[in-house]
């Protein structure tokens, strides 16, 4: 009898002892899932706005156009890849959309950034229709605004696929005198 409570009790420690290892190693995942592993938006990171080519002709009419060259940097956070989806980069001037530049769906490792460039032509004609486009030549300045919003999926250890997006948007300023461009960016994270 006393050698079958010895083996009872060594059953109930070992089964205890399992239990609580369970017990600890799930808490440590939740606790890892809910904070180093939880999936994290990108963040854009506006780099430059460079102005790649500029020719207006204004008599006997307005043509010509103007190329922009636009660079971000995404920072994927995550320790998962990021996987964003096609996505366009608009231009507006004085609110009126003049210009798309497409942006083609790629893959950011994890813990990694990724430069991503975009060129856009904006045509004289899209800007002319605007009523203050003669006030701003006379000037020798636009101002532009951009916005390009990344969306894709997290893959956090292929077992997770969550939603992620990201949004920049800047204000860029054409210098016609000397042909230059210069911006000032921000940028957006929706969790």
Request: hydrophobic residues 45%.
């Amino acid at each position: 009898m006393g050698k079958e409570f010895k083996v009872k009790r060594k059953w109930k420690f070992c089964c205890a002892v399992t239990a609580i290892l369970i017990i600890v190693i799930a808490v440590v995942l939740v606790t890892l899932a809910f904070t180093l592993f939880k999936p994290k938006d990108p963040k854009i990171i506006p780099q430059s706005v460079t102005l790649e080519g500029f020719r207006l002709v204004v008599f006997p009419s307005i043509t010509g156009n103007l190329s922009l060259e636009l660079a971000v940097t995404v920072d994927n956070r995550n320790y998962g890849g990021f996987d964003y989806d096609n996505s366009t980069a608009y231009i507006n001037y004085r609110g009126n959309l003049v210009a798309e530049a497409p942006i083609g769906k790629d893959t950011i490792r994890p813990r990694s950034k990724h430069n991503v460039s975009a060129s856009v032509i904006i045509f004289a004609d899209r800007l002319a229709a605007d009523g203050n486009f003669l006030n701003d030549f006379l000037a020798g300045v636009f101002n532009f605004t951009s916005s390009t919003r990344l969306q894709g999926k997290v893959n956090v250890f292929n077992i997770f696929k969550l939603k992620a997006s990201s949004s920049s948007s800047c204000n860029i300023t054409v210098f016609i005198q000397n042909q230059t461009a210069d911006s000032v960016c921000t940028s957006k994270i929706r969790l």
